[in-house]
Nanobody, 123 residues
Framework: QVQLVESGGGSVQAGGSLTLSCAAS????????MGWFRQVPGKEREGVAK???????DYVPSLEGRFTISKDNAKNTLYLQMNSLKPEDTAMYYC?????????????????WGQGIQVTVSS
């Protein structure tokens, strides 16, 4: 049974930083693409970043430079370092995993999902 559990969310002032973590279990972690998505009420879930099985990363262009995705294979943990946060980054953030080594940063390409964790950025 695959489980993805996010942690590290919370409230921060604009300009601050947060690091989200996603612990993966019951899953062939190292071989598959993983990513972060976010969603605000009334809007579609959108891709933030992904990292494929060989460690190549991809970001939505508007966030590249402020957000960094990484993974620790020894800990089966995915991370999202978020810097220079803005109020418009406020959203529920989701960890996701595909069942292939590479997929595009599209939510329908990811098979497994965490419960989500709230990030709130105040001005």
């Amino acid at each position: 049974q695959v489980q993805l559990v996010e942690s590290g969310g919370g409230s921060v002032q604009a300009g601050g930083s947060l690091t989200l973590s996603c612990a993966a279990s019951g899953y062939i972690y190292n071989n598959y693409c993983m990513g972060w998505f976010r969603q605000v009420p009334g809007k579609e879930r959108e891709g933030v970043a992904k990292i494929d099985s060989v460690g190549d990363t991809d970001y939505v262009p508007s966030l590249e430079g402020r957000f960094t995705i990484s993974k620790d294979n020894a800990k089966n943990t995915l991370y999202l370092q978020m810097n220079s946060l803005k109020p418009e980054d406020t959203a529920m953030y989701y960890c996701a995993a595909a069942d292939r080594g590479w997929v595009p940063l599209i939510k329908d390409e990811f098979k497994y999902w965490g419960q989500g964790i709230q990030v709130t950025v105040s001005s």
